[in-house]
């Protein structure tokens, strides 16, 4: 399965108890969409194995209780710290500036002082800030993903509306 069509979902931090119950960290921010999910896609030696949900029961803290079916209760260790994913297609649609970061490759951003600064060729997700990388005529421009400098988010234009702080694009073009 080519994993560039799924999304990281969270990894299993632990067996619990000794029916097979599994503790999945979900990497989401809204927990409460994924309470009633059939089943997942864990990572096994490269590949993305699927896997049917028994059971899930939501817990506090982006926590969830998962039993999966047809798993020995007793041999559940090795799913221990693997990465959980979801097929691309069921991520929740999001609207206005919220988007997904794989969703803005390729758009292009315009700024409201500089115009066309260029396309989004990756988002470089570090902590503590993750950052738009651009190429405006060979060169890289990095802008901050943040509430305060993304003004709108057009979907049907492929663009990104910034206002950039003063000056920080003018680092990077007038080098």
Request: proline share 5%; glycine share 4%; no cysteine.
């Amino acid at each position: 399965m080519n994993k560039e069509n799924y999304y990281f979902l969270g990894y299993i931090i632990k067996t619990q108890g000794q029916k097979g119950d599994m503790v999945l960290m979900l990497d989401v921010d809204n927990p409460k969409q994924y309470e009633k999910l059939e089943s997942v896609f864990i990572e096994i030696d490269k590949d993305l194995v699927p896997f049917f949900i028994e059971k899930i029961t939501l817990e506090h803290q982006n926590k969830a209780v998962v039993r999966f079916q047809d798993i020995n209760p007793e041999n559940t260790d090795f799913l221990v710290k693997r990465s959980v994913y979801l097929p691309l297609d069921l991520l929740p649609k999001l609207s206005g500036n919220k988007f997904y970061y794989h969703e803005v490759v390729n758009f292009e951003v315009i700024d409201l002082h500089h115009g066309n600064i260029g396309k989004i060729v990756d988002i470089v997700d570090t902590q503590p800030q993750a950052l738009f990388q651009i190429l405006y005529k060979g060169k890289e421009i990095l802008i901050p993903v943040v509430d305060e400098i993304i003004k709108t988010v057009d979907r049907k234009n492929k663009q990104i509306i910034i206002e950039a702080p003063e000056g920080l694009i003018d680092l990077y073009i007038e080098i």
